[in-house]
């Protein structure tokens, strides 16, 4: 598991629109990666839409990304049946997870463990946050920034 203090793993992933993002091109400003472990299921569809919501109170603090193994059309159809206002990112292949330790035994069994890292402008992990609870957590995220 990545820990605070430490630099960010780098990576660069596909969004939901076909963009890349290259974490280390967002030095400069704070970056929200709240990873979850799959599209249009309960828990993740409560965290999507809270951080939907909460949109406006980021602006000027934080880029908000969601990271799962899910692919682009997966994604695709996640954001447009929710009106999802941030960007998805497609880690196929789990090896963005696996670089920041979120990937092993849940209790669902192999996946994603509902983790939030948030990133300074200088790429060093501000804060994690382990064991995410859906509702609610954007406040969290937000008190953080």
């Not at 990937?103 to 992990?125: A, F, L, Q």
């Amino acid at each position: 598991m990545v820990t605070q203090g430490n630099t960010a793993p780098d990576f660069t992933l596909e969004t939901d629109r076909g963009a890349k993002v290259t974490l280390s091109e967002l030095r400069g400003k704070q970056v929200v990666l709240f990873f979850y472990p799959k599209d249009d299921t309960p828990g993740c569809t409560i965290e999507c839409k809270e951080f939907r919501d909460a949109a406006p109170k980021f602006e000027g603090k934080a880029l908000v990304f969601g990271v799962s193994a899910d692919d682009r059309a997966s994604h695709e159809t996640f954001r447009d049946k929710f009106s999802l206002n941030f960007p998805l990112l497609c880690d196929v292949g789990h090896k963005v997870c696996d670089a920041y330790g979120i990937w092993g035994p849940s209790k669902w069994g192999e996946g994603i463990r509902r983790t939030t890292v948030i990133v300074g402008t200088d790429g060093g992990i501000k804060q994690v946050f382990e064991n995410v609870i859906p509702q609610g957590h954007v406040e969290e995220v937000l008190a953080a920034l």
